[in-house]
Each structure stands twice: as structure tokens, then as C-alpha cells.
């Protein structure tokens, strides 16, 4: 991997890359609608000045009908000047804050119209956005994590934007239009949000490990999880205080097991009458098998409690040898690892069909209020924000893969680059995107029971098969009220590019 980039990533590279999760959590029995009473209360939000300000006659409560916003010599519509737009970020961070308020800055320059940023940390926006949703006070533009889309959706809190989208969709990836935006559909009957980028999962490896211990490995070949498993007990030296793999306990614990047990029902959750699967015999040994790297002590006793940022801060620390995570940790080791130190092997495959099932997200993605009352402006600032050299710039500082076919300046995602081992694995022809836990909101048990469960057989305190079963009958349980409420609905089955 060369800091020193000398090649540029074609169009066609971009475009054929970029696969995407499928976004859970949407009800269809109902969408976003703007009805009167919600454009009362959300002109109560304008005069408290909760949401924007702008006169209707400028921006208006609708849209006009889909068009591109950037004209042929690069410069901005300038239809909205004058109006002030709320922007909510969810996850800030100093990088992601100066971005935006750069970004803003130059956004008013280009079209008049100027952005209020705000922002909320990550651990009480959940909360935060409940809050503002219900009393009709959600920004114009704001940033949301799939997780949340069913509840919002369902409350009719967000925008649908096909009619805004039109024919302007030929301008995004195939990955957006044919998976992720197809899924928005399936699932809430149109489409609510634009990604912020894409990622896929890796196994970052501490290479200097591997060449200290004779261990050879080859990024561009597939592995079994087995293979893995193997790996981190090799580079696990409790005598110097080291351990081949980075635990995840915390939040999110079952999100790699999920994708592994997966390999067993071939990418499914649930069959297609809605009953569970991954409670069977192959999936109870593929979860043992997965947190015996904390059970057999391959994992640092304190990582039963570790979430994201833990995570990370200790493969690059050099406490652990193994990170299984998102193509977006990729920006942190350039900044803060030499290029000697680490590689990136793709996700194992699965040891009974050779799938590579792999949880391909967009960290987070734009929506717009459904109580905006300027939604013309709005919709113009996300169009900006997702054009492609601003997706470009975007992606580079946060590790993610653009949505947009013509943001390919970026020789990170050439065959050598830095991304290398994440396009192969996107271009790979056994690459299929798993089904997600399920249509319906799941946010209290992600953030709950899924990792609490697990801690409990860490610890002692149950057995696997409690554990895991506790787990499914709390799914299962989700999933058949769901089929019960939304009778029409299709469940999930995993989902490739063909």
C-alpha cells in the first residue's frame, strides 16, 4: 500500500464495486406522508425555531418535480436563496464537524441558501430524534442509521423521495439503485434515505505479526473461518501480552455472529413461512465457535465490554492481531499506522457453500423531515452533499466507498490501494448480502438483549444454547407480529448483484 497514490480507480471500477446492506426495519403499512396537521405543527416548529426558516413562496412545502441541480458549467441552482436550512448530524466527531461546516459554508456560496449545523452524540440520538420526531421538530436534512428507518417510517417522520430522485438515479451506483434503494422499497414502499457512502467488512491483520511468526497470507484468496479461528490463536502470546483477536462484547456483538451463523442457511433469517433459522445445531456450534476467541482467552478479558472505538484503538494500540470491521477503520490505520504494519484479508467464506456473506452497510445516510418546510431547499442540499467530487472528499476522510459513478478520482480503491482486498470482494462472484435481522424495529434489542445475552455465556451464567435461543425467540417473537401486521410482506433472502 503506497501513501503516494500513482494510479486513479476508472469509473467502471466504482461502478461495479458497490454493494449495500439491506436496510432493515421499515414498515409498509405505512409511509411518509405530509398531511395537514403535520405541516401545522411543523410551522409551530419554524416560529419556535426547531426547524428552518425560509419564506414558502422561495422554498415551499414540496419539491418541484425531480431535476438535476448542478448545471452543465458546474455552478448551483440559485431557486432557493435566501432560505436557512437545519442540518442534524448523529454522529460527530471532529473530522465529520469540520467537514459539514466547511461544507455548509461553500454550500451558501454556491446557492444562496445557508445551514444551521447541529449535532447529537451517537449514544443519545436514538432518543433525541424520538423526541423530535414526535413533537414534528426533526431538522430539514438529517443524518440516520438503518436501525431507526422502521420507526420513522411508520411514524411517517420522514420524506419519501422517488418523486425528488426521478431520473437523476442513473447518476448513483448500481449498488444504490439495485439493492439498496430496491430494499428501501420492498420494505417501506419507497425510497427514504441517500447513503453517505458504502462499506463492506474485512479482517485487518496486524502484518508484522504474521511476518515475525513466518505466517504468509494472500488478501486476494478466499478463507474459511476456520482458517481465522486459526489465525488468532497463532498470533495470541499471553506471555508478552498480546491476542490474536479484537472481541467485540458490547453493542453490536451479534452482528459478525449473525453473518457467520448465516453461512449455514444460506444468507437467510428466517424461511419464507417466517420461521427462524439460525437456531439450529449448525448455527449453535458456528456462535460457540465464534465467542471461543474470548472463552479460550484469545481476547483480552476486558474486550466482553468493548464497543467500536475500543476496538480500534487497540489493534492500532498493538494489543490485539485480528479486527473484523468495515472497510471505514481503513482511515484511521493510514492516518495513524505504517503501511508495514497492516493488511486487510477479505471476510471468510462459508465452509458449506463458499458464499462469502457479508454485511455490506452504508454507515449512515441523509433523509429529510417530513414536516420540512422547505423541502425544495432540502432536497437541493442533499443533492450537494452526495454530488460526486463532494462524495469524493467525503469518502477519503471517513473510509467509504461513494454512491456516485463519476466520484472515481480516488486511486484508495485501485487494485494496490488501500482498498484493494474490499473491491475484490465486491467484485467477487461468491459475494452475497445476507438477510438483516428482520423488516420490523429492532433498535431496543440491538442495543439490549443481543450482546447482553452473549455476555451472560461469556461469564458463565447460561449456557450457549440458552443464550443463542434466547436470542431467536426474542427475534422470532418481532418476526411473526410483524407477518401478522404486514401480511403481504416478503421475507428476506439474501441478495447478490446478478
Same mark, same amino acid.
Given at each position: ?23 432493515? *426495519?421499515?414498515?409498509? @403499512?405505512?409511509? #411518509?406522508? $405530509? +398531511?395537514? %396537521?403535520? &405541516?401545522?405543527?411543523?410551522?409551530? !416548529?419554524?416560529?419556535? *425555531?426547531?426547524?428552518? @426558516?425560509?419564506? #414558502?413562496? $422561495? +422554498?415551499? %412545502?414540496? &419539491?418541484?418535480?425531480?431535476?438535476? !441541480? ?429
Amino acid at each position: 500500500m503506497k501513501k503516494t497514490t500513482t494510479t486513479r480507480a476508472s469509473a467502471l471500477i466504482l461502478a461495479l464495486v458497490l454493494l449495500c446492506t439491506l436496510f432493515a *426495519g421499515c414498515s409498509q @403499512s405505512k409511509n #411518509a406522508t $405530509t +398531511s395537514a %396537521s403535520t &405541516a401545522a405543527a411543523s410551522s409551530a !416548529a419554524v416560529s419556535s *425555531g426547531a426547524a428552518s @426558516s425560509g419564506s #414558502a413562496a $422561495t +422554498s415551499g %412545502s414540496a &419539491a418541484s418535480p425531480a431535476q438535476p !441541480a448542478q448545471n452543465a458549467d458546474g455552478t448551483w441552482d440559485q431557486e432557493y436563496k435566501g432560505t436557512t436550512l437545519t442540518f442534524l448530524d448523529v454522529s460527530p466527531s471532529d473530522t465529520r464537524t469540520g467537514y459539514f461546516t466547511e461544507l455548509f459554508k461553500q454550500f451558501e456560496k454556491d446557492t444562496g441558501v445557508s445551514v444551521e449545523y447541529q449535532s447529537v452524540p451517537w449514544d443519545d440520538a436514538a432518543n433525541k430524534l424520538t423526541v423530535l420526531g414526535t413533537s414534528n421538530k426533526l431538522p430539514d436534512v438529517l443524518t440516520v442509521w438503518y436501525g431507526w428507518l422502521g420507526q420513522f417510517t411508520e411514524a411517517g417522520w420522514v420524506e419519501p423521495l422517488s418523486k425528488y430522485i426521478g431520473d437523476t438515479q442513473d447518476q448513483y451506483t448500481e449498488a444504490v439503485t439495485k439493492l439498496y434503494w430496491q430494499s428501501e422499497k420492498t420494505r417501506c414502499g419507497d425510497i427514504y434515505t441517500i447513503p453517505d457512502g458504502l462499506m463492506v467488512k474485512g479482517i485487518y491483520v496486524r502484518k508484522d505479526w504474521c511476518e515475525a511468526k513466518g505466517i504468509k497470507l494472500d488478501p486476494t484468496k478466499d478463507w474459511t473461518y476456520d482458517e481465522f479461528f486459526d489465525l488468532v490463536a497463532k498470533l495470541t502470546d499471553k506471555s508478552a501480552g498480546t491476542y490474536g483477536a479484537t472481541y467485540r462484547g458490547a453493542r453490536g456483538a451479534l452482528d459478525p455472529i449473525l453473518a457467520y451463523m448465516q453461512g449455514y442457511t444460506g444468507g437467510a433469517t428466517y424461511d419464507q413461512s417466517g420461521k427462524i433459522l439460525i437456531n439450529s445445531d449448525e448455527c449453535l456450534q458456528a456462535f460457540i465457535k465464534w465467542t471461543d476467541m474470548y472463552k479460550k482467552g484469545y481476547a483480552p478479558k476486558d474486550s466482553i465490554n468493548w464497543g467500536f472505538t475500543e476496538m480500534v484503538d487497540n489493534f492500532v494500540g498493538g494489543l490485539t492481531g485480528t479486527l473484523c470491521n468495515d472497510s471505514e477503520v481503513a482511515a484511521t490505520l493510514i492516518n495513524k499506522m505504517q503501511d508495514s504494519q497492516w493488511m486487510v484479508m477479505p471476510q471468510p467464506i462459508s465452509s458449506k457453500d463458499g458464499i462469502n456473506y457479508n454485511t455490506i452497510s452504508a454507515p449512515y445516510s441523509y433523509a429529510m423531515s417530513a414536516s420540512s418546510q422547505n423541502k425544495g431547499a432540502a432536497w437541493l442540499l442533499m443533492q450537494y452533499m452526495t454530488s460526486a467530487e463532494k462524495q469524493a472528499e467525503y469518502c477519503k476522510l471517513t473510509g467509504e466507498i461513494p454512491v456516485k459513478k463519476d466520484a472515481s478520482n480516488l486511486d484508495y480503491y485501485s487494485e494496490n490501494g488501500y482498498y484493494g482486498t474490499f473491491v475484490r470482494e465486491l467484485n467477487a462472484s461468491n459475494l452475497a448480502v445476507p438477510a438483516t435481522y428482520g423488516a420490523f424495529d429492532y433498535t431496543d434489542l440491538h442495543q439490549g438483549l443481543f450482546h447482553e445475552e452473549i455476555q451472560s455465556y461469556l461469564l458463565g451464567d447460561e449456557d450457549a444454547k440458552t443464550a443463542l435461543n434466547n436470542i431467536c425467540s426474542a427475534l422470532q417473537e418481532r418476526q411473526t407480529q410483524y407477518m401478522k401486521d404486514n401480511p403481504t410482506a416478503k421475507v428476506e433472502t439474501a441478495l447478490t448483484m446478478k
